[in-house]
């Protein structure tokens, strides 16, 4: 098996509104590339929220008493930690310089996956300015899937990256937030080694292995190289529905020891 | 950049004593492939085990009374829970069927890392055998690199990875146990984005995320690809010591809000 993570060049900086179905495209086109049957696109967070227009102002933030209460005790704007309760189900932990929360879509990181850097507004003021998260990551990859599908006629997976912290390591890992045309979670359960024993290992996260696979190729500096291709894969879908999207990766509350 | 990930073929099944650099020039032969300057090679820990004979005979631990109250508490056998415990600094977590650890070398991850799956005695009679993590995984990445580098006249990198589970999420993840000639921990504190903003995400686990796509190639329910070629990364060995190797990963007991 090969696999190839290939950095899509040229990609401009996007904006509110933009199809990046065709930025993919172009963008591939000045490396003389084009998307094959069973690529599977890795996109960055960044870019699918932009696109979407998840911008926030914190300027017109009102924080609530329980807003600025929380932001002394952990020492951020109250305006944004407004923000990040809005997109939060809960408080997972909090000290001077660190809220981690459970997002809305069930994401446990650092403020609600709420990002300041590598954005700015029209007129070039964009110190209160933020980014959130998609609203339904699922639906955005299902529906680049569909454009990819409807322009080429070809099968292709796509995956949502977001870099996201995590219990134990040092040190940010690309991780997946949406999933379309993709078994997020394999699953091998019931399945034996090669001596015949039951498999210790019998749930791997394969679209956060690709995620972070892809999130080495994007680098973190520029946003020059938000969309790498994986080649060599051959995506599918699950057949059964409730396991499509990023939902299976997700452990629930009440089987999870680390909250 | 273009990274390309290329399992290695036909590395048999490996022995006690095994040179683990023959057997990766071999394999890649069979391929019409070789080494190239700056490949990096990702590795599987069980592998490396083997070759460094880390095999444990559960019918010689004799478990002690701590090891038979707590194999009551999480449903396992109490020798296997002995030798979890020889392997361990401290239990993180337990409830039947999890027993969650830090491990002698700083991870934490379930049973130690004590692996029961795809290993066979030489009479056949595999039920009470285990394989160990490395003992100095570090010293063994750095081994096979400069026995590669001898042999070759090039630099790689080594990272030995493992399957590891993880709070918050389903599924496990290769992560990296041992890393030589490789900056684990890429650390963008103090640098800016384009817009010439701090970055917010400044520390990224890029030995991880190498580890995590490479795991993706290795593929779970066989043996037959335990090794990966990374190729198009161009690994360094960080300038400061203190900073190679994977400690730079592991987040101290007293930095960590998940404990």
New interface residues.
């Given amino acids: 098996?090969?696999?190839?993570?290939?950095?899509v060049e040229n990609i401009p900086m996007v904006q509110p509104g933009d199809d990046l179905a065709t930025l993919i495209d172009q963008g591939l086109e000045t490396m003389g590339e084009v998307l094959q049957d069973d690529d599977v696109i890795v996109i960055a967070q960044k870019i699918i929220s932009k696109a979407e227009n998840r911008y926030l102002d914190l300027s017109k933030v009102e924080p609530s008493d329980e807003a600025i209460e929380l932001a002394l005790e952990v020492d951020k704007d109250p305006r944004k930690v407004q923000a990040i309760l809005d997109e939060s189900r809960e408080v997972i932990?909090k000290?001077p310089g660190?809220l981690?929360v459970e997002q809305k879509l069930g994401f446990?990181q650092a403020n609600a996956g709420i990002?300041?850097?590598?954005?700015?507004s029209e007129n070039g003021d964009?110190d209160d300015l933020c980014l959130l998260l998609p609203i339904d990551p699922d639906k955005s990859a299902a529906d680049l899937r569909n454009e990819v599908s409807a322009r080429h006629n070809i099968n292709v997976g796509v995956i949502i990256n977001d870099?996201i912290g995590?219990?134990?390591?040092?040190?940010?890992?690309?991780?997946a937030i949406g999933v379309a045309g993709f078994t997020?979670?394999?699953d091998?359960i019931g399945?034996t080694?090669?001596?015949g024993?039951?498999?210790?290992?019998t749930?791997?996260?394969?679209a956060?292995?690709?995620a972070?696979?892809?999130?080495?190729?994007m680098?973190?500096?520029?946003?020059k190289?938000p969309v790498v291709i994986v080649r060599g894969?051959k995506p599918r879908d699950p057949e059964d529905k409730s396991l499509r999207g990023v939902a299976?990766?997700?452990?629930p509350k009440d089987m999870?020891?680390?909250?």
Avoid at 1 to 7: G, K, S, V, W
Avoid at 166 to 175: D, M, Q
Avoid at 219 to 223: S, Y
């Fill in positions: 098996m090969r696999l190839t993570f290939i950095a932990r000290r660190v981690i446990v990002d300041q850097s590598n954005i700015i964009d870099s995590r219990a134990w390591r040092i040190g940010s890992l690309g991780l997020a979670l394999e091998y399945q080694d090669i001596y024993r039951e498999l210790l290992v749930q791997v996260g394969a956060d292995e690709m972070a696979g892809a999130s080495l190729v680098g973190q500096t520029d946003e190289t894969y299976p990766l997700l452990r999870d020891l680390f909250r």
